[in-house]
T-cell receptor, first 115, second 110 residues
Framework: EPEVTQTPSHQVTQMGQEVILRCVPI?????FYWYRQILGQKVEFLVS????????KSEIFDDQFSVERPDGSNFTLKIRSTKLEDSAMYFC?????????????FGAGSRLTVL | RKEVEQDPGPFNVPEGATVAFNCTYS??????FFWYRQDCRKEPKLLMS???SGNEDGRFTAQLNRASQYISLLIRDSKLSDSATYLC???????????FGTGTRLQVFP
């Protein structure tokens, strides 16, 4: 079964450092997403990406965050200067289309710990 | 009012029991509804989409009431492996942005 792959599985960083989380979406999918889940809380939407640009972003996704699809396979989330409150599990997801009815497939997540 | 609201549980049920989870959503423009399952520290995985007419997949039955903005999930003949958190998920309006509930925790015991 096709899957979304995320690396690293766990990253520990110092506050103020830059972090890049990487994702390889399912190959024929066109819509890509980042969600995050702070420990013990609900899954929250960060950003959606289609056709090499952001299609929607949440209020969480401020200037410290950016996304990029640097080549035909990777989809990255960059946090420029990490804060303690950025500690969370970050899930990448992809879907075939952006109709809303289409199912998202999530990766296993990257756990970010900011010290 | 929260966009998607669920009883957090936990629901502790014996094997073989039938258990039902409820969920309400606030955005009447929402068009797509799902139940996802999340195991501890794992990613959400789709359990089933929820259709207007209601739908069933083996031991799982989902219902949607658009008038009341209410979604339900029924699990029959619970198995130990059903122990997980069940997430009610709704799209925001006519977008692909998914809004997750906080989840309902189910613990099935022998």
């Amino acid at each position: 079964e096709p899957e979304v792959t995320q690396t690293p599985s766990h990253q520990v960083t110092q506050m103020g450092q830059e972090v890049i989380l990487r994702c390889v979406p399912i190959s024929n999918h066109l819509y890509f997403y980042w969600y995050r889940q702070i420990l013990g809380q609900k899954v929250e939407f960060l950003v959606s990406f289609y056709n090499n640009e952001i299609s929607e972003k949440s209020e969480i996704f401020d200037d410290q965050f950016s996304v990029e699809r640097p080549d035909g396979s990777n989809f990255t989330l960059k946090i420029r200067s990490t804060k303690l409150e950025d500690s969370a599990m970050y899930f990448c997801a992809s879907s075939e289309d952006g109709s809303g009815a289409n199912v998202l497939t999530f990766g296993a997540g990257s756990r970010l710990t900011v010290l | 009012r929260k966009e998607v609201e669920q009883d957090p549980g936990p629901f502790n049920v014996p094997e073989g029991a039938t258990v039902a989870f409820n969920c309400t959503y606030s955005n009447s423009a929402s068009q797509s509804f799902f139940w996802y399952r999340q195991d501890c520290r794992k990613e959400p995985k789709l359990l089933m989409s929820v259709y207007s007419s209601g739908n069933e997949d083996g031991r799982f039955t989902a219902q949607l009431n658009r008038a009341s903005q209410y979604i339900s999930l029924l699990i029959r003949d619970s198995k130990l492996s059903d122990s997980a958190t069940y997430l009610c998920v709704v799209n925001r309006g006519n977008t692909d942005k998914l809004i997750f509930g906080t989840g309902t925790r189910l613990q099935v015991f022998p």
